[in-house]
């Protein structure tokens, strides 16, 4: 059975804040929203249980980084988690200025799931895959 991965979606303007000393967004930046991307995904979807047994860590980046974004750019962040295995799953990752639509930022990054209670890694269930399908 086929399933599609549910997209999910932010939005924000640039600030000074997320600059550099060259005045665009810095790489350190596009990082963060990686994972609060990510995070922001999770506490949409998952019960209040799952979030008290479960969390995730971060096994891997892998980033790209296309153009740059400056002071102002509206910022549209896309997520949508791909290939899932025994205690792992691939979260993609596309940034884009939202009003040129060119992409600014690819991410893959591979994160494990992990039991609140021993705090080590445990395996994904069929029921937790269905929290990022549509």
Known sequence: ??????????????????????NHVNN?????WVQDVARAHWDARATKEQNEKYFWIVVTHEISYKQQAFLGDKILLQT???????????????????ETEKVLVEAKTTWALMDQEKKKPIKISEDLKKVFQQ
């Open 80 to 98: 949508y988690v791909g290939e899932t295995s025994h205690v792992k799953s691939v979260r993609h990752v596309i940034i884009k200025n939202a």
């Open 28 to 32: 350190v930046q596009y990082v963060q």
């Open 1 to 22: 059975m086929a399933t599609t991965p549910e997209i999910f979606q932010q939005s924000f303007l640039v600030e000074e804040k997320h600059l550099d000393e060259q």
